[in-house]
T-cell receptor
Framework: DAGVIQSPRHEVTEMGQEVTLRCKPI?????LFWYRQTMMRGLELLIY????????DSGMPEDRFSAKMPNASFSTLKIQPSEPRDSAVYFC?????????????FGSGTRLTVV | KNQVEQSPQSLIILEGKNCTLQ??????????LRWYKQDTGRGPVSLTI?????NTKSNGRYTATLDADTKQSSLHITASQLSDSASYIC????????????FGGGTRLMVKP
């Protein structure tokens, strides 16, 4: 298995533009998580899905952020409109289930820079 | 509020030396504690996962300890190598429905030749 695949690896965009980050979880994993990592705040959970259904989106900063999981093998995180403070590394992770005893596999992340 | 504090924030050691990273947490109800290694530009990779009843767990040159009474954990790296240079993140899971992970801020380790 190629692991959790994220694209793009790097994204530079202008303030106000729409940004879409993509994630392909490990085949057979039922839970998918979007995290954001910054130097100031470390890793923060934005949203997670279980069996393609959003379970907890309380970590989504504001209405400019939205996430979808149309099927078991694909998820997107969209920011519209983007702002400089959205600059961070966004990680996608997947696990067999969302229980606390399951291992999580992280993707390599998307480094987003909003100028 | 669930919190995970790690120390030191950064550490520089010479190749071949040992080091110990600390993690204190206030997550409740406690389920398990994980140590992740994150190389620059990569996602975190799991090193160990420890439940309430486990005191020590090893993964090669990495040994994690857990004291559930004092809510402290440590990660000991033996005979460090240049490839150990990375951020080490302590993550504590609460025994609650769904994913309730609380991440520490990490310790950035640099191993110098």
């Amino acid at each position: 298995d190629a692991g959790v695949i994220q694209s793009p690896r790097h994204e530079v965009t202008e303030m106000g533009q729409e940004v879409t980050l993509r994630c392909k979880p490990i085949s057979g994993h039922n839970s998918l998580f979007w995290y954001r990592q910054t130097m100031m705040r470390g890793l923060e959970l934005l949203i997670y899905f279980n069996n393609n259904v959003p379970i907890d989106d309380s970590g989504m900063p504001e209405d400019r952020f939205s996430a979808k999981m149309p099927n078991a093998s694909f998820s997107t995180l969209k920011i519209q409109p983007s702002e400089p403070r959205d600059s961070a590394v966004y990680f996608c992770a997947s696990s067999l289930a969302a229980g606390e005893n399951y291992g999580y596999t992280f993707g390599s992340g998307t480094r987003l820079t909003v100028v | 509020k669930n919190q995970v504090e790690q120390s030191p924030q950064s550490l520089i050691i010479l190749e071949g030396k040992n080091c110990t990273l600390q993690c204190n947490y206030t997550v409740s109800p406690f389920s398990n504690l994980r140590w992740y290694k994150q190389d620059t530009g990569r996602g975190p990779v799991s090193l160990t996962i420890m439940t309430f009843s486990e005191n020590t767990k090893s993964n090669g040159r990495y040994t994690a300890t857990l004291d559930a009474d004092t809510k402290q954990s440590s990660l000991h790296i033996t005979a460090s190598q240049l490839s150990d240079s990375a951020s080490y993140i302590c993550v504590v899971s609460a025994k609650l429905p769904g994913n309730m992970l609380t991440f520490g801020g990490g310790t950035r380790l640099m191993v110098k030749p």
